[in-house]
């Protein structure tokens, strides 16, 4: 049976609207000026990366889920894994060095916090071979 990951949080916000249409705060870690939003149709599943937490952005990265659903999946360097479903008005917290990836479950709406602008571009993506590089 896999353990649970130390420091990844998965939080459930309160719906706090009323006729007009569901409302949620989410409260965002510090130090993050950018939110960016993505949409993702369903049954998308992405190959999953980890962050060696070069920026404030990717340690811990940080998601919330503004309309869908998606399954995360997460590994640490012991090798626990860990998953989680995500849905509208919840966010998850994943630390750097956790390998971590997702299936859409629906067309889901989320955001990214982020310290800067997005870049495309961005150095501090490492893929699965990488992480079982450093592995104990």
């Known amino acids: 049976m ?5 420091d990844i949080r998965h939080l ?15 409260e965002l870690l510090e130090q993050r000026k950018f939110l960016i939003l ?9 190959p999953g990366h980890f962050h060696k937490g070069a920026t404030p ?3 811990p990265q940080e998601i919330i889920i ?3 659903s998606v399954k995360v999946y997460c590994e640490d360097l012991e090798g626990n ?5 995500l849905k509208q008005g919840e966010k ?17 709406l989320y955001a990214e916090t982020r310290s800067e602008i997005y870049n495309p571009e961005a150095t501090d993506i490492y ?10």
């Open 81 to 85: 894994k860990e998953e989680f479903i």
């Open 38 to 46: 993505l949409e993702r149709e369903s049954g998308l599943k992405s």
């Open 127 to 136: 893929s699965y071979d990488e992480f079982l590089k450093l592995k104990k």
């Open 12 to 26: 459930k916000y309160d719906n706090k609207g009323d006729s007009k249409g569901a409302t949620y705060n989410f």
């Open 57 to 59: 952005t990717t340690n």
């Open 92 to 108: 998850i917290e994943v630390p750097a060095y956790i390998f971590h990836g997702y299936e859409t479950l629906e067309n889901t």
């Open 2 to 6: 896999d353990k649970r990951i130390p």
């Open 66 to 68: 503004l309309k869908g």
